[in-house]
């Protein structure tokens, strides 16, 4: 018998343990590519209402799941961010350290409480950073994305 639903590939490295320490690029994308956060006007991201509840709400995942944000950068169909799982659980705490995937869950959970309703697509991009070089990379990519947004390849006008 023929299964109608069709389950899509996960994106994630198979075997890899996204609880332990590490430092994760993270790209969420906002269904069909709408431009739901704001605008880049003259190379800076103008974040609208949507943007600002998904900035804020990002800085308050991380601190309550008590990961490390670094760079992240709100754009207008999408967000990117690195996140560092290495920080201790407090003594007592009643729950396992976060894996990405939750973080990611959480953080979305968050968004559509805020604003009614659910604009992300169904998962998102990672990429684990092995060194600082390669942090310093991203965190460049991150900075500049809005300079160079209509090259990027969530741009879509």
Request: net charge positive; charged share 25%.
């Amino acid at each position: 018998m023929k299964n109608d639903r069709i389950r899509k590939n996960s994106l994630r490295l198979r075997g890899y343990d996204y609880s332990r320490t590490g430092i994760y690029f993270v790209t969420i994308c906002v269904k069909n590519g709408e431009m739901m956060f704001g605008q880049v006007i003259d190379g800076k991201m103008q974040l609208s209402e949507y943007g600002k509840v998904a900035q804020d709400e990002l800085r308050k995942t991380a601190s309550m799941l008590n990961v490390d944000l670094g760079a992240s950068i709100i754009m207008p169909n999408h967000a990117h961010f690195i996140i560092s799982l290495n920080k201790p659980q407090p003594v007592g705490a009643d729950m396992n350290p976060p894996d990405l995937s939750s973080i990611v869950r959480a953080y979305k959970a968050a968004v559509t409480r805020r604003i009614g309703f659910s604009l992300w697509q169904r998962s998102f991009f990672d990429n684990i950073l092995h060194d600082d070089d390669e942090r310093r990379c991203i965190e460049e990519y991150i900075f500049k994305n809005p300079a160079t947004w209509e090259k990027d390849r969530f741009y879509f006008i």
